[in-house]
């Protein structure tokens, strides 16, 4: 949370732990056995090969299966570190401070941390993303999209082979207003390349009838959002479709598994809208089991802001996660001073 000081101006930003902010970074040479560039942030260092991603930092290794890392990361860079902790896995993921962001091994992990085996540092967001989208560009083949379906798409193991910068580098949708509005986010469509997903043939694309009155024509608007929703080229990947002061709708479709744990810094709604969703709820800083949620369409769920999520879903299914957008939460909660569920009873 980034925040002026009244007496300066200057820009400040919320560091509970007083860490310096780490501003060294190394891309390598291409390997010549893979074709894949290695990486280095801080302390951490970033090597795929054709099946693992393999991270180490002093006196600490760990590794992923690429698919995994890759379907990530590729979140984590185009939420823009999103709210909160994204835990790629138990071990690995980063922690959002707007304008700065943690990158950990062990820091939610209650192995690591009783042990004191834990390692984090600090970053400048414009800085690290860079990076990480350097990353995910150099190590998704040509037939990988790692922002789709696993049925959806080619596989990403083997050595270097191409690029898919198309996918890589999509836009997430982030409506001012609403969708459909004059200016903003526009509907979706088969002419602008958006046709209608293979688990949604049965979904109606009529579009609901405005008839406003005369000089409100760009005031007044209405969108069907179960055909724009239809119309995802992408899985778990929430985008802003309406704006109403702080309060976001951010609806998607999921397919398969989130890729993944996301430990939010505020209240967060689910509003099921159809098919169903497990969902494994997690201790957000030590990764104990704690729930397990089961959403069929109608049902709704509150996720509190001290636990981590993950969901599983066997059949597309349409979301809607409704957000608060209030700036001033992410220092509420450094500081405490936040609600960590909506009613205490």
Do not use: C
């Given at each position: 949370m980034a925040m002026k000081d009244n007496d300066t101006g200057d820009l400040k930003v919320a560091?509970?732990?007083?860490?310096?902010?780490?501003?060294?970074f190394e891309i390598g040479a291409i390997d010549n056995e893979t074709g894949y560039r290695s990486f280095r942030v801080g302390s951490f260092s970033f090597r795929r090969d054709e099946y693992f991603v393999r991270i180490s930092w002093p006196g600490g290794n760990h590794q992923m299966p690429i698919d995994a890392f890759l379907r990530a990361m590729m979140r984590d860079v185009a939420w823009g570190f999103f709210y909160g902790t994204v835990n790629f896995d138990g071990v690995f993921g980063t922690t959002n401070y707007y304008g700065e962001v943690e990158v950990f091994v062990g820091a939610m992990n209650d192995a690591y941390t009783s042990a004191g085996r834990e390692l984090i540092e600090r970053f400048r967001s414009e800085e690290l993303i860079d990076v990480f989208r350097q990353m995910v560009d150099d190590w998704t083949n040509?037939?990988?999209?790692?922002?789709?379906?696993?049925?959806?798409?080619?596989?990403?193991?083997?050595?270097?082979?191409?690029?898919?910068?198309?996918?890589?580098?999509?836009?997430?949708?982030?409506?001012?207003?609403?969708?459909?509005?004059?200016?903003?986010?526009?509907?979706r469509s088969?002419?602008?390349?958006?046709?209608?997903?293979?688990?949604?043939?049965?979904?109606?694309?009529?579009?609901p009838e405005v008839h406003a009155e005369p000089g409100f024509e760009g005031e007044v608007a209405a969108f069907n959002l179960f055909a724009y929703l239809s119309r995802s080229d992408v899985t778990w990947n929430p985008s802003v479709c309406s704006v109403v002061r702080d309060s976001l709708f951010c609806p998607t479709t999921e397919e398969f598994i989130l890729p993944v744990e996301h430990?939010?810094?505020?209240?967060?709604?689910?509003?099921?809208?159809?098919?169903?969703?497990?969902?494994d709820v997690k201790d957000g800083k030590t990764g104990a089991p704690r729930a397990?949620?089961?959403?069929?369409?109608?049902?709704v769920a509150c996720m509190p802001a001290d636990i981590r999520?993950?969901?599983y879903s066997n059949k597309r299914a349409m979301l809607l996660v409704w957000e608060n957008g209030s700036p001033a939460i992410p220092e509420m909660v450094r500081s405490g001073t936040a609600p960590v569920v909506p009613v205490r009873w």
């Open positions: 560091n509970p732990r007083g860490l310096p902010v780490v501003s060294d040509e037939s990988y999209d790692p922002f789709a379906a696993p049925m959806e798409t080619g596989t990403p193991w083997g050595t270097k082979k191409g690029s898919n910068n198309e996918a890589v580098s999509r836009q997430r949708v982030t409506a001012q207003r609403m969708v459909g509005l004059a200016g903003d986010a526009p509907k088969d002419e602008t390349g958006y046709p209608v997903n293979r688990a949604f043939r049965d979904v109606g694309q009529d579009e430990g939010n810094d505020r209240v967060e709604w689910f509003l099921q809208l159809s098919d169903e969703i497990v969902w397990v949620v089961t959403m069929r369409a109608g049902d999520h993950q969901g």
